[in-house]
């Protein structure tokens, strides 16, 4: 498995962007599937986006489709996720997951089918 690092949250007035990074160990990372999901208080955790592990298949959730763009750089052992015209309904802690599937086409949009999570980082967006 490998261990992951998310960094980049803050606080942003609505209309701001933020763009995420989950920072991965290990030289198979370029193996991984990786997805975002986000918690907001009170909420349970909900899907936001993710990236096969050739980067070029990625669903998002419909309510940040056309805002937040998921992308990977492999040489980095990074994926980003940047998010553009931040609602303050898109505040929640991040987090971002891995999947070890190679080769296959579509990352999975369920929690459950990813092994390692990083601690999460928090996003907030005022009014």
């Known amino acids: 498995q490998v261990q992951l690092v998310e960094s980049g949250g803050g606080l942003v007035q609505a209309g701001g962007s933020l763009r995420l990074s989950c920072a991965a160990s290990?030289?198979?990372?370029?193996?991984?599937?990786t997805g975002w999901f986000r918690q907001a208080p009170g909420k349970e955790r909900e899907f936001v986006a993710a990236?096969?592990?050739?980067?070029?298949?990625?669903p998002y959730v419909e309510s940040v489709k056309g805002r937040f763009t998921v992308s990977r750089d492999n040489a980095k052992n990074t994926v980003y996720l940047q998010m553009n015209s931040l609602k303050p309904e898109d505040t929640a802690v991040y987090y971002c997951?891995?999947?070890?599937?190679?080769?296959?086409?579509?990352?999975?949009?369920?929690?459950?089918?990813?092994?390692?999570w990083g601690q999460g980082t928090q996003v907030t967006v005022s009014s």
């Open positions: 290990g030289r198979t990372f370029r193996y991984y599937a």
């Open positions: 990236i096969n592990w050739s980067g070029d298949t990625a």
């Open positions: 997951a891995a999947a070890l599937l190679q080769y296959q086409a579509s990352p999975p949009m369920e929690a459950r089918r990813y092994a390692s």
